[in-house]
């Protein structure tokens, strides 16, 4: 069963307030973080199984500031490659979660497109 979009919407906000910025570990299973994307990707499914159309702005801020925080991990010359690459992949799990609830809310806004 499918939870409400509130619910799958503050388990989002709940992880994103526990992420340690500072830990190496940051993108391992078992984190803050994996919960994080986790929680994207219900909520990607919620949307294509309801007639949802409408978001939380705290969540959109968190996607915003996560997906910035996370890019600007990518790319840091001061972590090392595997955590680096991991920061990568987090971000884009993230945008492509991001990215299947706007196609799913703007096909169905605009079904003859």
Not at 7 to 22: P, S
Not at 26 to 37: G, M, Q, R, S
Not at 82 to 96: F, H, L, N, P, T
Request: glycine share 4%; aromatic share 10%; net charge negative.
């Amino acid at each position: 069963m499918i939870s409400n979009r509130n619910t799958i919407e503050q388990r989002i906000l709940e992880a994103y307030l526990r992420i340690d910025w500072d830990s190496e570990a940051i993108c391992y299973p078992e984190t803050p973080l994996y919960d994080y994307v986790a929680a994207w990707h219900e909520l990607s499914q919620y949307y294509t199984h309801q007639s949802d159309n409408d978001i939380g702005i705290e969540v959109m801020g968190s996607y915003f500031s996560i997906t910035h925080s996370l890019s600007v991990l990518s790319v840091s010359p001061n972590l090392n490659e595997e955590y680096r690459e991991d920061a990568k992949e987090a971000v884009g799990e993230i945008k492509m979660h991001m990215e299947d609830i706007l196609n799913t809310v703007y096909g169905r806004l605009h079904p003859n497109e």
